[in-house]
């Protein structure tokens, strides 16, 4: 099970960290992707950490914006993010799918609950 937290109202240029935590396991051998879906809009692939911790993948939109990593306990991901700009609100989740870390929701075989972030102008 996934439990998301951090989400919120930021200004633009602000920041934001959101976290995602394995309730009752650990993301060992598991990659963590982030999601999110706009209001009217089909949820959409940000960014993530592959099961190792070591490699990291990102929309354009968000490279050199938002970082994705993993606590040492290997039990939350984070995805940090900054220079928040309004089209980056939305409904954000994690997912974790083992042994995969792309950009294909239908991969993921566990899904957070999601956390809302507002960017306003």
């Known amino acids: 099970r996934l439990v998301e937290s951090g989400g919120g109202l930021a200004q633009a240029g602000g920041s934001l960290r959101l976290a995602c935590v394995a309730s009752?396991?650990?993301?060992?051998?598991?990659?963590v992707g982030w999601f999110r879906q706009a209001p009217g809009k089909e949820r959409e692939f940000v960014a993530a950490?592959?099961?190792?911790?070591?490699?990291?993948y990102y929309i354009d939109p968000v490279k050199d914006r938002f970082v994705v990593s993993r606590d040492s306990a290997e039990t939350t991901t984070y995805l940090e993010m900054n220079n928040l700009k309004p089209e980056d609100t939305g409904v954000y989740y994690c997912?974790?799918?083992?042994?995969?870390?792309?950009?294909?929701?239908?991969?993921?075989?566990?899904w957070g609950q999601g956390t809302q972030v507002t960017v306003s102008s």
């Open positions: 997912a974790a799918a083992e042994l995969y870390f792309g950009g294909e929701p239908s991969t993921y075989e566990y």
């Open positions: 009752g396991s650990t993301f060992n051998n598991y990659g």
């Open positions: 950490l592959s099961w190792s911790a070591k490699t990291t």
